[in-house]
């Protein structure tokens, strides 16, 4: 299914593929989206009062939110570490690390300057990830300066819980937003899933990283989009 | 205060120069597949973050893209900016800890004067100075303050029962004080309006060798206790209206609740069923999740260890 070096990318309807995510960066990601979702959904009723009466049962919520909270930064460390299978995820994450003016561009114009050509990751997408990887790491922070309270000076600990909260609402809604975009570009969730993406989808919004697909045959890439 | 920004920068930096780092964390992560176990993989995905965060993004471990035809450059034009929103997100949380007390008390100040209510999704921000709301067991009790109750013995001559109209026609104390959450949550300037617990104590005739009042509430789970003299402070009420409600809400605790002004929340037990006089503090529902008895605001629950911080509560 994947695109072969030296083999023609779909100029008609017939679907072509090109493949996006290996196995240990979709376990990667779903991972972390089950911890995220279950953080978000407990979260819920520790924080709004009338579904803290509805729900009740605060200790298992804290619970549940504490552990599944501190175990997200665990699925991306474990998969980048493994050093054969985490080859890709970790290719990937240079690539979202690294900004070009374009990706700037991306951002002022939120993709619509019709000249821009990103690569696999355009700005949003970039933005993203860093957001919520800097997000997983102030929750973190924050989150354990409230539950084991006790070494911390009592300011701190309210300091702790105004950011916990400000950037919890953050959270939800450039998670929201990120769901709200893979509902829209059912091409993209797809790609969570199966790890293939149409070329259709990529000529169309990550045209660089096509343009390497073809040519990986001769020149090689940074993402070699044939691994797998 | 400023350790908290230094805290967490050193933790993300690795020491040594870049080479002798990039030297060891290749030995590491080519240690990797051999090893298997989730910890040590852990350990070795946070040092493969730390180098990316702190090192220009080209230490890549292009020894380990060996599967495909990894050229080992970056495109020139391009900048770390992952890394730094990461960083920089870390230092401004960090900050955020140290001065978000004070950042608190404005915003809450600006959204009382937009929203004077204080109810509506306006209290939903941050800062907004709500209440959480806690429970202990799994749903919440409801009584009304025609049903309630306040049964008070235990070492006392007149064992003594009080309905909610006999409590609000007693001497009020009106009290405009903080409530402020052990974790760091704290509503500014609470008004309440209660019976000083002395009041009642007297009422119902302390006996001599008593040193202690337990509490209880009708969820049947939640205790609390104070000596004998924190107990006859004269900022210790039993509240039957607070925020300008009276009775007290169902989610606040009401009708009636303990409020103990100079204490943690934790103290001020909800939905107060029963006051019972004894030799001996009970510790309570929260002092047995690891919190301490005598829960001072500012000199209590500090230290790696919780409980026992303070003087024994037999002594008083």
Redesign the interface.
Same mark, same amino acid.
């Given at each position: 299914m994947s695109l072969l070096p030296g083999e023609t990318p779909a100029r008609t309807e017939s679907p072509a593929f090109l493949h996006r995510f290996d196995r240990t960066e979709r376990v990667v990601h779903w991972a972390t989206a089950a911890l995220m979702l279950t953080c978000i959904a407990t979260a819920l009723p520790l924080y709004i009062p009338s579904l803290s009466s509805l729900v009740g049962r605060r200790a298992l919520l804290v619970y549940l939110h504490v552990y599944a909270g501190l175990c997200l930064p665990l699925p991306v460390l474990v998969g980048v570490a493994r050093s054969r299978w985490g080859a890709h995820l970790r290719s990937d994450l240079r690539q979202i690390n690294r900004w070009s003016a374009g990706d700037r561009r991306w951002l002022a114009t939120w993709g619509r300057d019709p000249f821009l050509t990103p690569g696999k990751f355009n700005g949003g997408q970039k933005a993203n990830a860093a957001f919520i990887g800097g997000a997983i790491l102030v929750m973190a922070m924050t989150g354990t300066i409230m539950k084991w309270f006790g070494p911390w000076p009592l300011s701190w600990r309210t300091g702790a819980t105004f950011v916990h909260d400000l950037l919890a609402l953050v959270i939800v809604v450039v998670v929201t937003g990120h769901v709200g975009y893979a509902l829209r570009w059912p091409s993209t969730l797809r790609a969570m899933t199966t790890g293939l993406v149409d070329v259709r989808w990529a000529r169309r919004h990550a045209p660089g990283w096509l343009a390497e697909a073809e040519n990986a045959g001769t020149r090689g890439s940074d993402s070699p989009p044939s691994v797998n | 205060m400023e350790s908290?920004s230094c805290e %967490?920068a050193t933790a993300l930096t690795p020491t040594g120069g870049a080479d002798q780092t990039r030297a060891a964390s290749s030995s590491q992560?080519?240690s990797?597949?051999r090893r298997g176990r989730?910890g040590?993989?852990? /350990?070795?995905?946070?040092l493969?973050?730390a180098r990316?965060l702190t090192h220009n993004?080209r230490v890549?471990?292009h020894h380990?893209? %060996? /599967?495909?035809?990894?050229?080992g450059?970056?495109?020139p034009?391009?900048?770390? @900016?992952?890394?730094r929103? #990461?960083? *920089?997100?870390?230092l /401004?949380?960090?900050a *955020?800890?140290?001065?978000?007390?004070i950042?608190?008390r404005e #915003?809450g100040r600006v959204v009382s004067a937009i929203n004077p209510g204080g109810g509506g999704l306006a209290?939903?921000i941050?800062?907004a100075n709500?209440?959480? @709301?806690? $429970?202990?067991?799994?749903?919440?009790p409801d009584l009304s303050s025609a049903a309630y109750r306040l049964n008070v013995g235990g070492l006392v001559d007149n064992p003594l029962t009080f309905s909610f109209d006999e409590l609000i026609s007693m001497p009020a104390t009106h009290l405009s004080k903080d409530f402020?959450c052990?974790?760091?949550?704290?509503v500014p300037g609470v008004h309440w309006v209660g019976v000083a617990l002395s009041e009642i104590l007297d009422r119902a005739g302390v006996q001599p060798p008593a040193s202690a009042v337990n509490f209880g509430s009708f969820d049947g789970l939640y205790t609390e206790s104070l000596t004998m003299d924190q107990a006859r402070r004269p900022d210790v009420i039993v509240a039957y209206e607070m925020l300008g409600t009276r009775p007290i809400s169902?989610?606040h605790g009401g009708p009636v609740r303990l409020y103990v002004a100079p204490m943690y929340g934790y103290k001020s037990i909800k939905w107060l069923s029963s006051i019972t006089v004894a030799t001996r503090a009970v510790p309570g529902y929260w002092e047995q $999740?690891g919190y301490d008895v005598n829960a001072w @605001?500012?000199r209590s $629950?500090? *230290?790696?260890? $919780?409980t026992g911080s303070d003087k024994p509560i037999d002594g008083g």
């Open positions: - | 908290a %967490s992560v080519a990797g597949p989730t040590g993989e852990a /350990v070795e995905g946070a493969y973050f990316l993004g890549a471990l380990v893209d %060996s /599967v495909g035809p990894s050229t450059t970056t495109p034009s391009t900048t770390p @900016i992952g890394r929103i #990461v960083l *920089g997100m870390g /401004v949380g960090a *955020g800890i140290a001065f978000g007390g950042l608190q #915003v209290a939903l941050p800062g709500q209440f959480r @709301i806690y $429970n202990a067991a799994g749903t919440q402020q052990v974790t760091g949550w704290r169902q989610d $999740n @605001i500012g $629950n500090s *230290g790696f260890r $919780n």
